[in-house]
């Protein structure tokens, strides 16, 4: 089984004093569309101004401008680790500001299981491992990069990794990801979304909080005793969290009882 998560526009800084020339991301069929995008985007950080309107930039943002400019050697974090906010907050299982968990990562036989089980669709480094290790940077999915467009030259690169995926996909992604990269036709996956059951029995979509749900589903996997091979196995994962996991065909519901 794997998820396939979203990224986080919020990133750790630092990492080991290697850089993304000196290191092997998966999916080398989507390299050469990583080295296009990594020239648009460094390119687009020549002129301050010009980036910061297209990647949407609030005033203590511009610093991501230069974190840009230094992709190429900038030091290096696996992917699980460089990502931060809700949802890897919640796979990681960190709590508040404060408390004990709030720093807490998964281990090292987590973080082995993660690599087994974990992909991420990235708009700057297209679908990488949850262990590949990549620099700081600020790209989404949905920036508009000068003579490139992120929707066309993604899914075409795509067509290549598809018939490599083997086993169950669950897709986490959001719907700006997942366009980046539709997943083929033969490859069994189900998409995920997220509702809160209300006490009269009513049930809403979740909006910001969805993403913490996902990531406790994530975890409760990582730490499950056994990998999960089929969605009854997950469901029973989730039930351990505090969680429904429903199936209607290739739609899964998640259900938490409040919101998270």
Known sequence: MLFLLPPSETKTAGGQALNIGQVSLAFSALDSTREAVRASLTGLC???????????????????????????????????????????????GRGLKGTP????????????????????????????????????????????????????????????????????VIDLRSKAYSELAPIADGVEAYSLDVLVEQPDGTRVPLNHFNK????????????????????????LCASSVGLMLEQSGNQLLLVTRQAT
């Open 46 to 92: 020549i002129d301050e101004a010009a980036a910061i309107r297209a990647l949407k930039l609030g005033a203590k943002q511009h610093q991501e401008v230069q974190t840009n400019r230094e992709i190429a050697t900038g030091p290096v974090l696996p992917a699980i680790l460089r990502y931060t906010g809700t949802l890897f907050d919640a796979m990681h």
């Open 212 to 235: 913490k749900a996902k990531g406790q589903l994530v975890r409760a996997a990582l730490l499950a005793k056994a990998v999960p091979q089929t969605i009854a196995e997950l469901a």
């Open 101 to 168: 968990t709030e720093f807490n990562e998964l281990d090292a036989d987590q973080l082995k299981r993660a690599r087994e089980m974990v992909l991420i669709q990235s708009a700057l480094f297209g679908l990488i491992n949850a262990t590949d290790l990549i620099p700081a940077y600020r790209l989404s999915a949905t920036t508009a990069l000068p003579g490139l467009n992120l929707k066309k030259v993604w899914p075409a690169a795509h067509q290549a990794v598809w018939p490599r995926i083997k086993g169950i």
